[in-house]
């Protein structure tokens, strides 16, 4: 992976985190209009912001069959899911990891990548008016395990890196707080925004790494001593 790869891998990750952020709430909505997603109306503050969001934009959000716009804006979730992977990487190949940190990233880029896969089939393999049943239930029951490890993964990683004073802290700290940020969130909105923590975590150290290695294609810092790291030595 050159370094001009990663500058653009870092932005990638940045922008999408954004999008995942807008675009993620809108899915959110639709799956409001849905037979299914009207349960998660019973939760006050689910419904306390989707009730006057879904007025206000209903032009966005009744032009097909509800099933077909909840697929439609689901498929957004693949592209945020797959920069912050792209950037976990980018970021990973930077690292001297052990201990703690050396297995929280084994579980989290299995997680990341899993849950790649598992949003793939839940929404670019669902085409029609309806959801195929089957198919939609294996794809999700699938996808649990990479919920899991996404989750478990994303926290312990965060608290080895706010050990090893990881810039930037923001990262660290939104990769720590991912696991109990999914209980918060859920009460909120739908389940795709629980990787929101995750996508602006690798964002912003994707956005980071980018300006580090842009300024020097020989080195890039690794903790918040500024200490310069050989790239080859870097890739253990």
């Known amino acids: 992976m050159t370094y001009e790869r990663e500058i653009l891998i870092g932005r990638f990750a940045w922008v999408m985190s954004w999008v995942g ?8 909505l639709a799956r409001h209009n849905t037979a299914d997603g009207k349960g998660d109306l019973d939760l006050p503050l689910t419904a306390a912001w989707s009730d006057p969001a879904r007025k206000a934009l209903a032009p966005l959000l009744d032009w097909a069959n509800p099933d077909v716009v909840y697929l439609t804006y689901g498929k957004l979730w693949l592209p945020v899911f797959v920069a912050f992977t792209l950037a976990a990487f980018a970021v990973r190949r930077h690292r001297t990891p052990y201990g703690l940190e050396r297995w929280a990233w084994r579980i989290a ?7 790649c896969l598992s949003v793939f089939g ?17 794809t999700f029951v699938a996808g649990l395990p990479a919920l899991l490890l996404t989750l478990v993964g994303s926290s312990l990683l965060g608290i080895a890196l706010l050990r090893r004073g990881f810039r930037p802290r923001a990262s660290s700290w939104l990769l720590a707080l991912t696991f109990p940020l999914a209980f918060a969130i859920e009460m909120v909105t739908s389940m795709g925004s629980l990787a929101l923590p995750v996508a602006f975590a690798f964002g912003l150290a994707g956005r980071r790494l980018g300006r580090s290695v842009g300024q020097s294609p020989d080195v890039v810092t690794e903790s918040s001593t500024e200490t310069a790291v050989p790239r080859d030595s870097a890739r253990t």
């Open 21 to 28: 952020l807008v675009g993620g709430q809108l899915h959110a």
């Open 109 to 115: 880029l299995t997680g990341y990548v899993w849950a």
């Open 122 to 138: 839940d929404y670019w393999l669902q085409w029609g008016a309806h959801p195929a049943e089957p198919l939609l239930t294996i």
